[in-house]
């Protein structure tokens, strides 16, 4: 692997930014990166989501159709 800098005047100031750069690489290659986690919804749960309102839905219903 080649890091070329040139942003010093000295060769002794390049070798170090090269060498900085170099650890910042290994660093940023150490770093496990983060797993997505999912947040949609399976089908079966939405299904049941569903029917468990209609459910209670239903429940609520009977008290407003009884006659006083």
Request: proline share 4%.
């Amino acid at each position: 692997m080649i890091i070329k800098v040139q942003q010093h005047r000295t060769q002794e100031r390049n070798s170090a930014g090269a060498l900085e750069r170099l650890q910042q690489l290994i660093r940023s290659a150490a770093v496990v990166p983060k797993l997505r986690i999912s947040t949609r919804p399976t089908a079966g749960l939405r299904k049941r989501r569903l029917e468990s309102k209609d459910e209670r839905g239903k429940t609520k219903a009977l008290p407003r159709n009884v006659l006083e």
